[in-house]
């Protein structure tokens, strides 16, 4: 069992710059690949990023792509999603998620908020 913990959400104008962390418990976080998703208010989740487990592959979705950087660090079990030139259309909770075959977990979210 992985248990996720998001933080570093808040309020933050447009143009600004927020970072993510992801802190995981249990000792097979360095085993999992590592995600973020958001969801906007009345839309469905959808995908922002994941990282492999060592790090040395990365994706993004379009929409994030040159503004957001995922990254981890196994030693701290603690993955991080650096957002800069936030948009007002970034607005959404924000998750992680753990993956592995199968076993699939997630955070509770942590509010991201972008003024214009």
């Known amino acids: 069992q992985v248990q996720l913990v998001e933080s570093g959400g808040g309020l933050v104008q447009a143009g600004g710059s927020l970072r993510l962390s992801c802190a995981a418990s249990?000792?097979?976080?360095?085993?999992?690949?590592m995600g973020w998703f958001r969801q906007a208010p009345g839309k469905e989740r959808e995908f922002v990023s994941t990282i492999s487990w060592n790090g040395g592959s990365t994706y993004y979705a379009d929409s994030v792509k040159g503004r957001f950087t995922i990254s981890r660090d196994n030693a701290k079990n603690t993955v991080y999603l650096q957002m800069n030139s936030l948009k007002p259309e970034d607005t959404a909770i924000y998750y992680c998620g753990a993956f592995l075959g199968s076993r699939n977990y997630w955070g509770q979210g942590t509010q991201v908020t972008v003024s214009s």
């Open positions: 249990g000792r097979t976080f360095s085993s999992y690949a």
